[in-house]
């Protein structure tokens, strides 16, 4: 059974390997191995205290631990789900034990099993025997991994299935982008701290050394000592415990297939659902609430850029520094278009209805009212309230220029993208209880991000005047241009996905029931593959030159902050450190700028092949078009 599960992974990995998947497999891989060979040097480096090591590697084992924990809410389901063979009449643990043989095979699955050597290489250096020891310890440190993953992709897809588990879904993810992006802030606190030599408080490693992560460094460091009873005992209790999970995860596969949960109207009105919004417009607003209430994949949209804002201006609050706070609703309202630029898809093809009715218009300036009223009022709440708490007077005029311009834009921002570069995923009724389970609009918005900034520049240029010149009155002007600028951007977006949707809307139908576009193949399209290969990796690449190689160590060399982490220009003399920072930015721009190419002109050539349209496969599809 473990074969023929494994041989037909590995055939869905190859064939799945094309465009920005494989990018961002290779991408991912990457940082993995780096992040593997970082858990084996911390084994090799020279600290006086061997129990600080232990702590600190209990501590990297725990985060291996975590990120498999959390890896099905990064969106890595596994590639052979486990409700795809409910009806096979098997033995519910032998496929169990057949999804686990096949879980092992995988990049994750490898990168993890280097990084775990880690605890060989820390038992080598107390001795021979522990060094013995460690080799069955890592091993079934890996088996617990993947069988904790797949056990809570098995519960998260029970929680998740209502409003309550769709938001602890939206926290938790936001939480892995928040130390994905600012965990460097941990590590530094860590660096500049005592810990190296005082180690942590007894509170502190006793947690740590109580996880089941840190169970292989207790037998390592037990047999270390001499202490057999430890050493025996933590192997064993991590034995029974993957016995444990695989018993979980059989019973999980031997349950009926769940059906989807219906949330019906509750007593209580959703927002926004009186008479105040009438007509057709009025109606969409309406639609659109309770969709943003009901919704469990709507509620996880909604969720994580609140607790990212949140979450990435209270991190450097390790350091005592406020400096962050201010941009508390900034950064709420920028990180909403990335999370809402796919709307039309998330409805699927219940777009045949506006098409049908005719009322693109009004669907489209409906959904841009409900994403303000949504994160509008949080989005100024916030930015009222942390800058007070901050007590940095000075930044007020900047959150005020910068807050309704981001809003505006996004409420443009978010059609325009819905419409233009919409992702097909699967169909609402089609849809898996995991709400994470979606289009991959990954690419779509690292490039939201950054476009979402520049409506707010306007503003900002007149508060850097007003500043500059010491002219009180100007520096506050920037509000208003904000207003105007958001209500200009969100006003033209608009209508120009009106527009799109009324010429283009039986095409974006057609792409959302078919996942393809309306275009037949060409000769082109091995060139077509390997054009989005190299933009997912442009897009992959020029992230980590623009930002981690070039923007924050430029900022930390102009501002004289000494933190090296792995900024390659920290590590050089700032005469140098400067014009690395610098090709890193351009790099990054450059790579930007090949990415933005290459979709243009894939879309030119499908253009181009639109002139011969597709014909459809068969006489049902005929007939549904």
């Keep these: 059974m473990a074969g023929v599960l494994i041989r037909m992974k590995l055939t869905i990995i190859k064939s799945s390997m094309t465009g920005g998947r494989a990018a961002w497999m290779l991408v991912g891989a990457i940082l993995g191995l780096l992040f593997a060979a970082a858990t084996i040097w911390l084994t090799l480096i020279d600290i006086p205290d061997e129990d600080v090591l232990g702590d600190l590697l209990a501590g990297v084992f725990l985060m291996w631990t975590l990120g498999w924990l959390i890896g099905p809410l990064w969106g890595g389901s ?30 994750t699955t490898a990168v993890t099993a280097l990084g775990f050597l880690a605890l060989i290489t ?42 309550a588990g769709a938001a602890i879904t939206g926290v938790l993810f936001a939480a892995m982008l928040v130390l994905t992006q600012s965990g460097w802030m941990v590590v530094v606190a860590i660096m500049y701290s005592d810990i190296l030599t005082t180690g942590f408080s007894h509170a502190t490693t006793t947690t740590l050394r109580a996880i089941p992560s840190s169970w292989g460094v207790v037998a390592v460091d037990a047999a270390a000592g001499g202490n057999w009873l430890p050493a025996v005992a933590a192997p064993i209790g991590l034995a029974l415990l993957c016995g444990l ?94 999370s809402a630029c796919n709307l039309y898809s998330q409805d699927g093809t219940a777009l045949w209805q506006t098409l049908t009715i005719g009322t693109q218009r009004a669907d489209v300036r409906g959904r841009q009212w409900a994403y303000l009223i949504v994160f509008g009022p949080l989005a100024i709440a916030l930015s009222i309230a942390f800058p007070w708490w901050s007590g940095y007077t000075w930044t007020w005029p900047w959150v005020a220029a910068t807050v309704p311009a981001l809003l505006g834009g996004g409420a443009g921002l978010i059609v325009y993208s819905s419409v233009f570069g919409m992702v097909p995923g699967p169909d609402a009724h089609k849809r898996p209880s995991n709400p994470l389970e979606r289009a991959d609009t990954t690419g779509q918005s690292q490039v939201l991000f950054w476009v979402g900034m520049l409506p707010a520049a306007p503003a900002l240029g007149v508060v850097f005047l007003g500043a500059h010149f010491d002219m009180p009155w100007l520096t506050w002007a920037g509000l208003p241009v904000s207003v105007v600028t958001g209500v200009v951007v969100a006003r033209m977006l608009g209508t120009l996905a009106i527009k799109r949707l009324i010429s283009h809307g039986s095409d974006l139908l057609h792409t959302m029931r078919t996942g393809r576009a309306t275009v037949a193949r060409t000769a082109g399209g091995e060139d077509t593959k390997k054009g989005s290969t190299i933009e997912g990796l442009s897009w992959g690449l020029g992230s980590i030159l623009f930002i981690p190689q070039g923007l924050i160590p430029l900022v930390f060399i102009l501002t004289d902050v000494k933190v090296k982490s792995w900024f390659l220009a920290m590590y050089v003399p700032p005469v140098w450190g400067v014009p690395i920072a610098v090709l890193g930015i351009i790099g990054g721009i450059y790579l930007y700028a090949q990415a933005i190419m290459i979709k243009v002109n894939n879309r030119a050539g499908r253009a181009r092949d639109a002139e011969t349209p597709e014909e459809p496969a068969n006489d049902h599809e005929l007939e549904s078009v």
């Design 245 to 338: 999970l695989l018993l979980a995860w059989s019973v999980e596969l031997g349950t009926p297939r769940r059906t989807r949960v219906t949330i019906r109207g509750s007593a209580g009105r959703a927002p926004g659902s009186g008479r105040l919004l009438a007509g057709t417009t009025g109606a969409v607003v309406r639609k659109e609430l309770r969709t943003w209430w009901r919704d469990p994949l709507r509620t996880t949209t909604a969720t994580v850029p609140i607790v990212w804002a949140v979450g990435t201006v209270l991190l450097p609050l390790i350091f005592d520094a406020k400096l962050l706070l201010p941009w508390a609703g900034p950064a709420l309202a920028l990180f909403a278009i990335t």
């Design 122 to 163: 820390y038992g080598a250096r107390q001795g021979l025997v522990p060094a013995l020891v460690a080799v069955p310890v890592a091993a079934l440190q890996l088996v617990f991994v993947v069988l904790l993953s797949r056990v809570a992709y098995a519960l998260f897809g029970v929680v998740t299935a209502s409003r």
């Design 78 to 107: 596994a590639v052979l789900r486990a409700d795809h063979f409910m009806l096979l009449p098997v033995p519910r643990r032998k496929l169990a034990v057949g999804l686990l043989g096949a879980a092992f095979v995988g990049i």
